[in-house]
């Protein structure tokens, strides 16, 4: 059964910072091509950044600027979301995806590219 788990959305101060993870399981994590999106009640799902399979390419929005990094382990079945200088418009839910087969060195932007998804972790900054 594939599995996408998200963990480490909490509650955060402005400026603070949070990592968050995402466990894949049951296919082979190192032929995908991940992603990070959110969304917030009422809005359509916004992409946050991507990563190629084996990490070498990253893409991330715009509205990112440098606060954000994404990684991989895939030792470990695992990419990675660090968020430094949080703001209040941070806050939605964080959704991980992934892209099985991927074409090497390639990053994904759009949601309807990406097959699996986990069930969200929620990031909450507050003023």
């Known amino acids: 059964q594939v599995q996408l788990v998200e963990s480490g959305g909490s509650l955060v101060q402005t400026g603070g910072s949070l990592r968050l993870s995402c466990v894949v399981s049951?296919?082979?994590?190192?032929?995908?091509?991940m992603g990070w999106f959110r969304q917030v009640p009422g809005k359509e799902r916004e992409f946050v950044a991507s990563?190629?399979?084996?990490?070498?390419?990253?893409t991330y929005a715009n509205f990112v600027n440098d606060r954000f990094t994404v990684s991989r382990d895939n030792a470990r079945n695992t990419v990675f979301l660090e968020m430094n200088s949080l703001k209040p418009e941070d806050t939605a839910v964080y959704y991980c995806?992934?892209?099985?087969?991927?074409?090497?060195?390639?990053?994904?932007?759009?949601?309807?590219?990406?097959?699996?998804w986990g069930q969200g972790t929620q990031v909450t900054v507050s003023s």
């Open positions: 995806a992934a892209k099985p087969s991927a074409t090497a060195d390639h990053t994904y932007s759009l949601p309807s590219s990406y097959d699996l």
């Open positions: 990563i190629s399979r084996h990490g070498d390419y990253t």
């Open positions: 049951g296919y082979t994590f190192s032929s995908s091509a």
